[in-house]
T-cell receptor, first 113, second 114 residues
Framework: DTAVSQTPKYLVTQMGNDKSIKCEQN?????MYWYKQDSKKFLKIMFS???????INETVPNRFSPKSPDKAHLNLHINSLELGDSAVYFC????????????FGPGTRLTVT | SQKIEQNSEALNIQEGKTATLTCNYT??????LQWYRQDPGRGPVFLLL?????KEKRKERLKVTFDTTLKQSLFHITASQPADSATYLC?????????????FGQGTILTVHP
């Protein structure tokens, strides 16, 4: 069984479009995250939710809006896509607590043309 | 802001040797440090965690050390195998209200040659 799953795996779209990436975890974790990995492989946190509440919101354009319908899901909606949004987006989850291991999904490669 | 540097972007070693990867950070010390492995086209996978009050942790062929004076962590893979070839990421975490926020280094690409 896949612990953290994301859909779609690949997403190719044009500038100006709106798109969503879905994430689900079946580990029973309370905390979920979204990361962006750019072409230089830097993995940078974007958002974190704990029990459906937004906890971490890094300096991310407000075109990015996370939505957590329940503890097991954290979706990422992106409005007015730009070329610079092209990257791989990873969802992750962890238990609460300092030092908790994060379990990552397989990633969604977003290409904006 | 916190800056994390992992040693050379790429490290090439021969099978059977020990690979040593370095993670240096500036400014304030983290409450803990984690190491992850990432294979091409896949998400990072957790390997080891070491906390600020620990000097060394081991798991099978893996060993991590944490020196808060030097602001450095070393990650060792002994008896390396071609299957160990991957990108290795160090990540710093802080306690309190950071809620598990991890700050990642840029990664070191390890290639183990047969």
């Amino acid at each position: 069984d896949t612990a953290v799953s994301q859909t779609p795996k690949y997403l190719v779209t044009q500038m100006g479009n709106d798109k969503s990436i879905k994430c689900e975890q079946n580990l029973g974790h309370d905390t979920m995250y979204w990361y962006k990995q750019d072409s230089k492989k830097f993995l940078k946190i974007m958002f974190s939710y704990n029990n459906k509440e937004l906890i971490i919101n890094e300096t991310v354009p407000n075109r990015f809006s996370p939505k957590s319908p329940d503890k097991a899901h954290l979706n990422l909606h992106i409005n007015s896509l730009e070329l610079g949004d092209s990257a791989v987006y990873f969802c992750a989850s962890s238990q609460e607590g300092t030092g908790s291991v994060q379990y990552f999904g397989p990633g969604t490669r977003l290409t904006v043309t | 802001s916190q800056k994390i540097e992992q040693n050379s972007e790429a490290l090439n070693i021969q099978e059977g040797k020990t690979a040593t990867l370095t993670c240096n950070y500036t400014n304030y010390s983290p409450a803990y440090l984690q190491w992850y492995r990432q294979d091409p086209g896949r998400g990072p996978v957790f390997l080891l965690l070491i906390r600020e009050n620990e000097k060394e942790k081991r798991k099978e062929r893996l060993k991590v050390t944490f020196d808060t004076t030097l602001k450095q962590s070393l990650f060792h893979i002994t008896a390396s195998q071609p299957a160990d070839s991957a990108t290795y990421l160090c990540a710093l975490g802080y306690g309190g209200t950071s809620y598990g926020k991890l700050t990642f280094g840029q990664g070191t690409i390890l290639t183990v040659h047969p």
